[in-house]
């Protein structure tokens, strides 16, 4: 091979455009990790403003049939009340919902597997005393899907 034909790497005009391609490279790579980063990030925000609407409509449904319920309201025949609608709420709203006693035990649920708590957690029980709600978002690496799970009171039942 004559010394012609080659290519010369230390030449000023090939380092420059070397240098170039390497600082747009890297420049588009981290652009496309920021703005994957921030549609995850936007995502998330709106499933989860989905997913809160979504449970504000149901405690309005709870609210509704126990308001217009036309005999009293009380801890012993709330089961015999949400018995029959739960299943038409959790239809409409395409929600599993899971209605726990006072205790923190499974009252009602419209889930066909086992629900994830058939008792609730002291931390989820204490988290309701202090401010009657509770969140939580578990990512599932098994199933590759997050769980999103919210737990508030069922007021004005005497």
């Known amino acids: ?3 012609r034909n080659r290519i010369n790497f230390t030449s000023i005009p090939i380092k420059i455009t070397l240098y170039m ?12 990790i920021i703005t994957n980063r921030h549609f995850n990030e936007q995502t998330g925000r709106y499933h989860e403003d989905i997913l809160k609407r979504k449970e504000n409509a149901v405690l309005a449904s709870i609210d509704y049939l126990l308001d217009t319920y036309p005999g009293k309201v009380t801890k012993d025949n709330v089961y015999q009340i ?17 209605i726990y006693d006072l205790r923190g035990n499974v009252m009602l649920s419209t889930q066909i597997e086992e629900p994830r708590h058939p008792v609730l957690p002291q931390n989820i029980l204490d988290s309701l005393a202090k401010n009657e709600y509770y969140n939580e978002t578990l990512d599932s690496k098994d199933e590759n899907r997050s769980y999103y799970a919210s737990y508030n009171y069922i007021k004005d039942v005497s």
Request: hydrophobic share 60%; proline share 0%.
């Open 1 to 3: 091979m004559s010394s």
């Open 21 to 32: 391609i390497a600082v747009l490279l890297t420049t588009a790579i981290l652009m496309l």
């Open 82 to 98: 949400l018995e029959g609608k739960i299943l038409e709420i959790s239809d409409i709203n395409k929600l599993n919902i899971i």
